[in-house]
């Protein structure tokens, strides 16, 4: 059997080693250090993939057969463009009906929030409204020891609605919003678990029109499609909307060609 690939030595030693090291830096220089340790390997990772291009480049314009190099990536390009644009969006299932309430999946919706007391409680209160039974779905929100009127705000509304749950973050627990998402995960319920930020609107019906696409056995995750709200209070967010709808086209092209969708923080 192959040496082991760990250290030999007893956990406490090198925690006390680590612990040693560290006590010799501040709060302030050790963040900093970190900080400046990020930046410095992205810089260095961009600074390595702009020498590879330029000397790719370079190449191809001093030898005699660089412009058919250039033509053949050129065509394949135009053929995965050709193909991205003439692919058949996948159809969109039936919402659930009325009649099958009794296979409803258990879902359980989380919402990390810090210091969104002028939208928190919209957003609970349409959660917990939605057009779906009331015992087959929970909400969670995480108050990320806010600072402002949230935590309060919160409190009132788990009064009143069974299905709301409230987790307060203390001061000293990090990860940011991961980490208040991670710790409330385990937490959880359902066997699909949705993602909404706190200033998220949504409609009514969204679980009975989305968690039917679960029924195909290759979705494991669904990116639901954004919009802006006020499209059309001036040009900036006309542009907003129109670019919200562009890249909604390309997430959709994209898993029409097998590709994989993002992810994003919200739906």
């Avoid at 082991?4 to 040693?20: C, I, M, V």
């Avoid at 692919?87 to 296979?103: C, G, M, S, V, Y």
């Avoid at 066997?191 to 930020?197: L, N, P, S, T």
Wanted: hydrophobic letters at 45%; proline letters at 4%.
């Amino acid at each position: 059997m192959s040496e082991n690939s760990w250290s030999e030595k007893a956990p406490s030693q090198e925690l006390n080693q680590l612990g040693s090291m560290l006590s010799n830096l501040s709060e302030e220089e050790f963040e900093t250090s970190l900080f400046f340790h990020g930046l410095e390997g992205r810089r260095r990772k961009a600074a390595l993939v702009l020498t590879i291009v330029w000397c790719i480049t370079i190449a191809l314009h001093l030898v005699s057969w660089g412009i058919w190099v250039s033509l053949g990536l050129t065509t394949i390009l135009g053929i995965h463009c050709l193909r991205f644009l003439l692919a058949r969006p996948l159809k969109t299932p039936q919402p659930f009906l009325d009649e099958e309430k009794d296979d409803f999946p258990f879902v359980s919706l989380v919402v990390a929030a810090k210091n969104e007391e002028s939208v928190i409680s919209n957003l609970v209160k349409s959660l917990c409204q939605l057009d779906y039974p009331k015992n087959q779905y929970e909400l969670w929100v995480i108050d990320d020891h806010s600072t402002d009127q949230t935590p309060e705000i919160l409190d009132k509304l788990a009064a009143t609605y069974d299905q709301l749950k409230v987790l307060h973050r203390s001061a000293n627990a990090g990860g940011g919003k991961s980490g208040a998402l991670n710790q409330v995960l385990g937490l959880t319920k359902g066997e699909i678990v949705a993602v909404f930020d706190a200033d998220a609107k949504v409609p009514k019906d969204m679980l009975r029109r989305v968690l039917p696409l679960f029924n195909n056995p290759r979705v494991g995750a669904v990116q639901v499609r954004k919009a802006i709200a006020n499209a059309a209070l001036n040009f900036w967010t006309r542009g907003q909307m129109a670019e919200m709808a562009l890249d909604s086209y390309f997430q959709q092209q994209r898993i029409a060609v097998g590709g994989i969708a993002e992810l994003r923080g919200n739906g």
